[in-house]
């Protein structure tokens, strides 16, 4: 078996184990609720990082059994950006915002950091054919989707109590809804923007290889 076809395998395994024991213990490691970034049990769904991961984890066992798929390539990409969106976000932005808040412990490790980092490795050394640019374009949409779902929630419910604690859970309508929502175009790009990123070492690395 080719080596990179091993180690994207051993990897895809991998992401899975993550998804599952992240799950496991969001579920279950955190019975009297959370605040802020935190909720309890199946209510963390609620949460872009738990949906990219878990979506990352059911991608990456479905390509274990089926390769060589346009449509699997454009999934696993979307998976990857989304994932690598909540790496950048909680790193660059959410964990400096909010220095009390412990961004990095029980399933937060694994979905803020290891999962996102083992996904975009897999991506990259995982052989596929050239990915051509409109497969970026589609993979920003789950993130586009999440955001214009977040943001109607927001305007039929109304921000609700003070923040952390509060349908705004990610505090982006902190500065009001002009900057939220140009937070949110923001971040639709960053997930773009991360889908051209991977495409293009992705496209570079299989055809040294070729």
Known sequence: ???????????????????????????????????????????????????TNVFCGIIAFISIFIRNSKVMDVLKLAATAGAMVTFAVIAFFLA?????????????LIFHLIEPLAAAL????????????????????????YGAC?????????????????????????????????IFAGITLVAFGISCLLRKISNSVNKEKA
């Open 1 to 51: 078996m080719d080596k990179r076809k091993l180690i994207s395998d051993i990897l895809k395994v991998l992401i899975v184990l993550l998804t599952i024991a992240g799950v496991l213990i969001m579920l279950f490691g955190n019975p009297e609720g959370g605040s802020g970034l935190t909720a309890k049990g199946i209510e963390n769904l609620k949460f872009y990082t738990v949906l």
């Open 150 to 182: 977040y943001l109607a929630n927001l305007l039929i419910n109304g921000v609700g109590g003070p923040w952390p604690d509060s349908n705004d859970f990610y505090g982006f309508l902190n500065w009001g809804y002009p900057v939220g929502m140009c």
């Open 96 to 108: 400096p915002a909010n220095p009390g808040l412990n961004l990095y412990s029980g399933s937060n």
């Open 122 to 145: 897999e991506y990259l050394i995982s052989p596929k054919q050239k990915q051509p640019f409109v497969y970026c374009v589609y993979a920003a949409v789950p993130t586009f989707l």
